[in-house]
């Protein structure tokens, strides 16, 4: 059981975070083709990669993202949470992901955020898996002739499209053990 400890008098916002590597490389799903006929998808084997940093909230559905990261490493990692302090001035942030190595970083430490690690391989327990997935879809059987940025400008605007809906992110974020654990937190909170 982890206790959480913090002496703020901010309100207290959850968000589980991750990075999602995407790129050339052509990402396939299912499709539709007549019967008795294979479904041809065009082929982009290009390596050429970008990061994603996403944080959602499966509480309340909001979420916040900064893309076009060429690597993942403590330092980029510290300027997304610096971004994210900025889209959430007024909250003390518990932060919930993997065990990533520049995820332990003393760096990444602040007075307005608490860190919670989940346990080693298991990428289920992190709701924001889910919407990576969606994400993966809205580039899935195309190619981007024009490069990275082709690929960068239409999951950007994917992604805008994706979280104007807070319900469908709370559908798909919001596990039930999740919702139960941080109500009961909640309550626990205001008592005291």
Not at 3 to 19: G, P, Q, Y
Not at 128 to 151: D, S, Y
Request: net charge positive; glycine share 4%.
């Amino acid at each position: 059981m982890t206790t959480l400890f913090f002496s703020s008098s901010k309100a207290l916002r959850l968000l589980f975070v991750d990075e999602m590597r995407y790129g050339l490389m052509s990402n396939y799903r299912r499709s539709w083709s007549q019967v008795g006929q294979r479904a041809l998808q065009p082929n982009q084997q290009a390596f050429v990669n970008r990061y994603l940093y996403s944080a959602v909230d499966p509480v309340t559905g909001e979420s916040f993202h900064l893309m076009g990261f060429d690597k993942i490493n403590t330092v980029t990692t510290a300027i997304f949470l610096d971004e994210l302090h900025k889209a959430f001035p007024d909250n003390h942030i518990f932060i919930v992901w993997d065990n990533a190595a520049f995820h332990k970083s003393p760096l990444l430490h602040h007075k307005d955020r608490s860190i919670h690690f989940l346990p080693s391989y298991s990428p289920q327990l992190n709701p924001v898996e889910r919407f990576f997935e969606e994400c993966r879809k809205i580039t899935a059987n195309r190619i981007f002739p024009e490069g990275i940025e082709q690929l960068s400008y239409i999951l950007e605007k994917g992604i805008v499209e994706l979280t104007k809906n807070r319900k469908n992110i709370q559908k798909l974020c919001g596990y039930p053990w999740i919702l139960k654990q941080w109500k009961e937190l909640s309550e626990r909170m205001v008592r005291q």
